[in-house]
């Protein structure tokens, strides 16, 4: 299995800073056939289901703010957050769909001081 | 507009079956490229894939769960179900289902989830 690493678990910064979500994979998931990178970043708001954000590494989903933007490549990923609002306050996860199973991170939990 | 929308027994017993319907609207399985997956989450913590159904009826799933998952559907009736067999309390969770496509298995729709508890 794919494992994903997300780091830091937990971060609290107050509005309007930058925050910066890391998650790092057991092996690449850059596949050659279309250089894309198999990764998706979703947002878990306390009591909801997850919301996707992100998808191929760096695609916002239809509907998701700007200073959404995820980066990265291979291995490693990141998911920044610019000009961070309170409704940020959320668990975000990073998921592989390079191989089955398919596997999430354990999360980032974002609190807004 | 898609949605989704999960229910479940509730509560049941250790070694029974688990059955779960994810009913939804807004697509359809026998469209091609069209997905279902199921994700489970137990309280307070992370997210675990389970399974996949496809349009043409192909299926993955998630091989810790060994041979416990059956993942099928009723594109007539736009539902999809999944049957967990032999439960314990470690399947206790929120189950949730979610559209995905083809061109990634990402998910980009999900209900709302269904809290399953297993206990004696």
């Known amino acids: 299995d794919i494992v994903m690493t997300q780091s830091p678990s937990s971060l609290a910064v107050s509005a309007g800073e930058t925050v910066t979500i890391n998650c790092k994979s057991s092996?690449?998931?850059?596949?050659?056939?279309?250089?894309?990178?198999?990764l998706a970043w979703y947002q878990q708001k306390p009591g909801q289901s997850p919301k996707l954000l992100i998808y191929?590494?760096?695609t916002r989903q239809s509907g998701v703010p700007d200073r959404f933007i995820g980066s990265g490549s291979g291995t490693d990923f990141t998911l920044t957050i610019s000009s961070v609002q309170a409704e940020d306050l959320a668990i975000y996860y990073c998921?592989?769909?390079?191989?089955?199973?398919?596997?999430f991170g354990s999360g980032t939990k974002l609190e807004i001081k | 507009q898609v949605t989704l929308k999960e229910s479940g027994p509730g509560i049941l017993q250790p070694s029974q079956t688990l059955s779960l319907t994810c009913t939804f609207s807004?697509?359809?399985?026998?469209?091609?490229?069209?997905?279902v997956g199921w994700i489970r989450q137990p309280s307070g913590k992370g997210l675990e894939w389970l399974a996949n159904?496809?349009?043409?009826?192909?299926?993955y799933y998630n091989p810790s769960l060994k041979n416990r998952l059956t993942i099928s559907k009723d594109t007539s009736n736009n539902q999809a179900f999944l049957k967990i067999t032999n439960v314990d309390t470690a399947d206790t969770a929120t189950y949730y289902c979610?559209?995905?496509?083809?061109?990634?298995?990402?998910?980009?729709?999900w209900g709302q989830g269904t809290l399953v508890t297993v206990s004696s």
């Open positions: 807004g697509f359809s399985l026998s469209t091609y490229g069209m997905g």
């Open positions: 159904i496809w349009w043409d009826d192909d299926k």
């Open positions: 191929w590494a760096s």
């Open positions: 092996q690449s998931l850059l596949y050659s056939g279309n250089q894309k990178n198999y």
């Open positions: 998921q592989q769909y390079y191989d089955t199973p398919f596997t």
């Open positions: 979610a559209r995905t496509t083809g061109r990634g298995n990402w998910f980009a729709y």
